[in-house]
T-cell receptor, first 114, second 112 residues
Framework: AQSVAQPEDQVNVAEGNPLTVKCTYSVSGNPYLFWYVQYPNRGLQFLLKYITGDNLVKGSYGFEAEFNKSQTSFHLKKPSALVSDSALYFC????????????FGKGTRLHILP | GAVVSQHPSWVICKSGTSVKIECRSLDFQATTMFWYRQFPKQSLMLMATSNEGSKATYEQGVEKDKFLINHASLTLSTLTVTSAHPEDSSFYICTPWEYEQYFGPGTRLTVT
């Protein structure tokens, strides 16, 4: 069965600095990987996904993520953080070749300090 | 893009009553829906997968008699929490199998 690990409960970054939110995954087959953001009392907003092709995926709001097969990682990055980026971020994996479920990491709370 | 709606967005009910949550695909047909629940400040846990015209598939540990899922048409899947208890208070979210980018806005259930 697939799984996702987000090792950091919280990440603090000063506004204007680059940010990274870490994610590692485990699947039997080829993974579909996703990042979502959630604001308080709101549903999930899709940021980006990796299916195949270029390992660097660009998404919404200036976010990007790099797929690293050898390290089974899919870290979320942004070159310059904004205070408005403060939210809860979820990494998710889907094993389309097997049970086809979308499994989420526990989430990482990102705090951008003004 | 694919739009998913949920109704109600927030519901408060008394212990012992049942609550129905609707998940609708507004501009596409969804043969399969994933239902998740999210406790405060926690991750999304997959509860079940609903399939149009057939029985839902429940994840291990989810009580199928308590969380009744029906996928009556290609645009509507429902989750009914039967005999609700305070521990069922949670945020319930649906998403279509076909479109991982689109999640419903969620339904917050509070059981008093």
């Amino acid at each position: 069965a697939q799984s996702v690990a987000q090792p950091e409960d919280q990440v603090n970054v000063a506004e204007g600095n680059p940010l990274t939110v870490k994610c590692t995954y485990s699947v039997s087959g080829n993974p579909y990987l996703f990042w979502y953001v959630q604001y308080p009392n709101r549903g999930l907003q899709f940021l980006l996904k990796y299916i195949t092709g270029d390992n660097l995926v660009k998404g919404s709001y200036g976010f990007e993520a790099e797929f690293n097969k050898s390290q089974t990682s899919f870290h979320l990055k942004k070159p310059s953080a904004l205070v408005s980026d403060s939210a809860l971020y979820f990494c998710a994996v889907r094993d389309r070749g097997r049970d086809d479920k979308i499994i989420f990491g526990k989430g990482t709370r990102l705090h951008i300090l003004p | 893009g694919a739009v998913v709606s949920q109704h109600p967005s927030w519901v408060i009910c008394k212990s012992g009553t049942s609550v129905k949550i609707e998940c609708r695909s507004l501009d596409f047909q969804a043969t399969t829906m994933f239902w998740y629940r999210q406790f405060p400040k926690q991750s999304l846990m997959l509860m079940a997968t609903s399939n149009e015209g057939s029985k839902a598939t429940y994840e291990q540990g989810v009580e199928k008699d308590k969380f009744l899922i029906n996928h009556a048409s290609l645009t509507l899947s429902t989750l009914t929490v039967t005999s609700a208890h305070p521990e069922d208070s949670s945020f319930y979210i649906c998403t279509p199998w076909e479109y991982e980018q689109y999640f419903g806005p969620g339904t917050r259930l509070t059981v008093t």
